[in-house]
């Protein structure tokens, strides 16, 4: 069981687990059925930050009821502890200040609504989304997804995006799994290499995203 042994980021030896999806996407009293990846202890202690981003930037602003909740337990205690109000500029104004009103206008132009919107750091939700791939992936497979794939992250997926899923699944096989309304997502691997394929990632029934894992373009070629 030598697999089971080693990273599913970086294959050093695994001293610990993560958890995939992470476990504080999740309301307090949900039942957490995620799986767990054996991880050294940088690499869980590296990305954990991007994990609490991730969260925030998605309970913020989710329109769910599990959203709510995470956002009461869970985003809002984090910048009101002593410890983070004694920064000049705390996380709370951090994130009041990304927030923004955004014209939604139809795709002639039409001015629509005025919507509040967040600015957010997309690498470092990449970071987060790709690394739930690689979970994924490796909980599926026993397999870690090889450095020379490139992972490419859709938000809010277009045509474009959807046309890929489709194409995909013309493809591939499929994965599957559902956490209450917190977190779903689907994935297809092309039958010809495990590694390629596309993944589908839905938040609190607001936020979206797929991505594209590919080598060489042999998805799309
Ligand atoms: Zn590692």
Not at 73 to 102: D, W
Not at 129 to 154: A, C, E, W
Request: some cysteine.
């Amino acid at each position: 069981m030598k697999t089971a042994q080693t990273c599913y980021l970086c294959q050093a030896p695994a001293t610990t687990f993560d958890h995939i999806p992470p476990k504080s996407l999740f309301p307090k009293d949900f039942q957490y059925k995620g799986v767990k990846v054996p991880a050294c202890k940088s690499c869980n202690n590296a990305t954990s930050k991007d994990d609490e981003y991730l969260r925030d930037c998605f309970a913020m602003t989710g329109w769910n009821k599990e959203a709510r909740q995470v956002f009461l337990e869970g985003v809002r205690p984090s910048y009101l502890r002593p410890y983070a109000m004694m920064h000049q500029v705390t996380k709370h104004q951090k994130i009041l200040n990304s927030m923004a009103k955004i014209d939604i206008k139809s795709p002639s132009g039409i001015f629509l609504r005025k919507v509040t919107a967040m600015k957010m750091k997309s690498d470092r939700v990449e970071n987060a989304l790709k690394k739930i791939v690689k979970g994924l992936h490796f909980h599926r497979y026993k397999k870690s997804i090889p450095d020379n794939y490139t992972l490419k992250v859709y938000f809010q997926p277009t045509d474009i995006g959807l046309n890929l899923l489709d194409e995909a699944k013309k493809k591939g096989a499929l994965n599957a799994g559902r956490f209450g309304n917190t977190f779903c997502y689907m994935g297809f691997n092309v039958r010809e290499d495990e590694f390629v394929g596309i993944w589908w990632l839905s938040f609190y029934q607001t936020h979206a995203a797929i991505l594209m894992v590919d080598s060489s373009n042999k998805l799309l070629g």
